[in-house]
């Protein structure tokens, strides 16, 4: 599996848009692996993890071509996470010769329903046909192309039962076991009887928002040091051994430590702190 992470920022990029902090521009003048868009993951170069409204930067920074991509994962509907409107430019006059002009797209209701408010004045007929929308429900593992897909529900949002936000666990066809844990606070009972019930994962992306200013991990989100103890907590039940690759993603400004100052920290417990651009080549051990 290959799995390029194209943007590991939170809601305001690092440095943020509007903002002029001290890690803003501490950021700004470090530059390189400090320069943070907004989060979305690639996988095989066709199953694409949330679509942010740096989607396009994306594909200029990294040469990628979005009309092979066949399914996108949605784990929310935050902007950072669905920009829909770029999806009302896919097919049509706006795009006429794509690898694959058919897009498959699992997400929760909640999103589809913003999709449905925010381009009805703007997508066109051909467009809207080449979407095709499936539904999701937590713990309810469903085929997407050579994909297994089990949509967990994340502790994020509000917690008034009118929200459903997803990290996922994904497994390709070789039985390579990813977990793409965003945006997500510590997780609930059902979760980790889920995870008791896998075997070993092979790459788990966490949620580190808070970067090195430690939280309360039941807030929404997760820091390196909450990280650190929940991936403690899955090395106890077998889900965590020592191949799998564990990573660090998905920072805000207000985390303050720059991409040196995580690794410090994230090193010495065996993480990577994830890039824009970082890409991890997976390959599953043949059975012995």
Known sequence: ?????????????????????????????????????????LINDELLIDLPPDTYMHKLQYGLDLSAVKYLLVTHCHMDHFY?????????????????PELHIYCAAETKELFDRCTRDEIDEESQNALHWHILKAFETVQVGPYTVTPLPANHMTQDGTHEPFVYHIVDSEGVSVYYLHDSGYYSGEVWEYFKCQKHADLISFDTTTGGVPT???????????????????????????????????????????????????????FIVAYDGMTIQIKKDPPK
């Open 1 to 41: 599996m290959k799995f390029q992470f194209l943007g590991t920022a939170a809601a305001e990029g690092w440095p943020a848009v509007f903002c002029k902090c001290e890690h803003c521009l501490r950021a700004a003048r470090a530059g390189g692996k400090n320069i943070r868009t907004r989060s979305q993951a």
């Open 84 to 100: 829909p409107q770029e999806l009302s430019v896919r097919g049509s006059c706006y795009s006429p010769v794509m690898e694959s």
């Open 216 to 270: 309360n991990k039941y807030w929404g989100h997760l820091g390196a040091h909450e990280v650190l103890e929940v991936a403690d907590e899955m090395r106890e039940i077998g889900l965590i051994d020592e191949k799998t690759v564990r990573v660090m993603n998905h920072f805000s400004h207000n985390g303050e430590f720059l991409h040196e100052e995580l690794e410090a920290l994230a090193t010495p417990k065996r």
